[in-house]
């Protein structure tokens, strides 16, 4: 076990609850700390229930082509802690996590404290210590009381697509999740607005409003579409052509126009869209897996991908994803948390999948048991069944299927055991 790790460890024991949404223990923790979130490079904050992470993966990618050096806060992580913060483009070193974890631990003093809260403040103090021209900032849950919500004047907030999801804390209207999400726009700070039903538009408008932000939306302000094996991005400053996303799936054309209109509220150049969006890296959102032991296993006619979605519009994604690829009969390995709309999830990958084979997610207290997905994937309408793992199920679906397309899906964390397994 690393240093950070012992420390991550002790840090999850300071408050019983795993999510308690409130902005109090942060500022306490951060005034202790001498307030590093004011000295941080000009902040992005993003928001959203879905695309979030791929939408600044992309910013990301189009900031770094013009040569800005980028901070970036992101969660969960996949396979370790330290991919949740880059420091000018680079993964934290185990050494700064280290230090920063420690010195956050010690200002807090055993005061209760959530570990997204007090990993947080410690992103902010090893971005203020190191020199960047932006800070990327992704919301953990919610907005308005989300751990990250404590920068007074971002350079820019943007909002991806809200839909339902995480209802025993945001509300389980859609008007209620979008007002959540819209707490981060602050006065007169430009807003980006992804694609949105309309009742969270309405929200989020009347938000930016009354707090005099100018408001960039899509469908109003900005379009993206495909077009001719590719696609264009067109506002009120011109159009740029471009090539489809390199991150898989009809949603992330979506994603690539909220990040193109992030780019270009930046003053970005053409061909820092370019960069944008054929060459943002995202992990477990539709990757295919190309080497390691689960590969050998599926064997070489057949394909092996995996995706973290996890909530009803993730789940139709997906299935969009599905439908767009070359037909190859398609078998689902699936665990997930016990705290996600499973038939949501599962419904629209109905008419896509051959077969579910459902498997709890090793090591996760929250993990729904197998036989709990597998039922509600029965009725669905999925043929269902169980394996013990990831191992096992891919193993048992090659056997039966050796040109099958096998996609584990279902929740983060499942991707992330996933990918440690899989080297």
């Known amino acids: 076990m690393s240093h950070s790790d012992a420390i991550l460890d002790r840090l999850m024991s300071l408050h019983p609850k795993v999510i308690d949404l409130s902005l109090d223990r942060m500022h306490r923790l951060l005034a202790a700390l001498g307030n590093p979130e004011r000295r941080i490079p000009p902040v992005i904050h993003i928001a959203g229930t879905n695309g979030k ?134 006065r007169g700070v430009p807003v980006v607005v992804g694609p949105q039903d309309d009742e969270a538009l309405r929200v989020i408008e009347a938000r930016a409003s009354g707090l ?47 990040a193109l209109a992030a780019l270009r509220q930046l003053g970005a150049t053409d061909a820092q869209a370019r960069v944008a969006v054929t060459q943002a890296e995202w992990p477990a959102r539709m990757q295919r897996l190309r080497h390691g032991p689960l590969v050998d296993l599926a064997g070489p006619q057949a394909e092996l991908w995996l995706d973290g979605g996890h909530n009803p519009a993730g789940g139709e994604a997906l299935a969009a994803t599905l439908a767009a690829l ?38 996760e207290p929250n993990t729904l048991p197998a036989a709990t997905t597998a039922g509600v994937a029965a009725s669905v309408g999925m043929i269902a069944g169980m394996a013990e793992d990831a191992a096992a199920a891919v193993s048992a679906i090659a056997a039966q299927d050796p040109h099958a397309r096998i996609l584990i899906c279902g929740s983060l964390y499942l991707a992330g055991r996933v990918l440690r397994e899989n080297g």
């Not at 959530?114 to 203020?128: D, H, R, W």
């Open 326 to 363: 070359p037909t190859r009969p398609t078998h689902l390995v699936c665990g997930m948390l016990n705290t996600k709309d499973i038939a949501g999830y599962l419904r629209p990958l109905a008419a896509q999948a051959c077969s579910l084979t459902a498997i709890d997610i090793p090591g």
């Open 212 to 258: 005099t932000a100018p408001v960039f939306a899509h469908g109003q302000h900005w379009m993206i579409a495909p077009d001719r094996g590719g696609m264009v991005y067109q506002d009120d400053h011109g159009l740029w052509d471009l090539p489809l996303p390199n991150l898989i799936g009809p949603h992330q054309i979506q994603n690539a126009g909220t």
């Open 53 to 186: 992470g791929s939408t600044q993966a992309m910013i990301r990618a189009g900031l770094q082509a013009g040569g800005a050096r980028v901070h970036a806060y992101t969660s969960p992580h996949l396979a370790r802690f330290h991919e949740r913060i880059r420091l000018a483009g680079d993964l934290i070193a185990e050494a700064d996590l280290a230090a920063a974890l420690e010195e956050c631990e010690a200002a807090n003093n055993g005061h209760p404290i959530t570990f997204f809260e007090i990993t947080t403040a410690a992103a902010f103090l090893a971005f203020s210590r190191s020199p960047a021209d932006y800070t990327l900032l992704e919301v953990g849950l919610g907005g308005r009381l989300d751990a990250t919500n404590v920068i007074d004047t971002p350079r820019l907030t943007v909002i991806t697509p809200v839909s339902i999801d995480h209802t025993q804390y945001l509300g389980d209207t859609l008007p209620l999740i979008a007002g959540e999400k819209a707490g981060i726009i602050k």
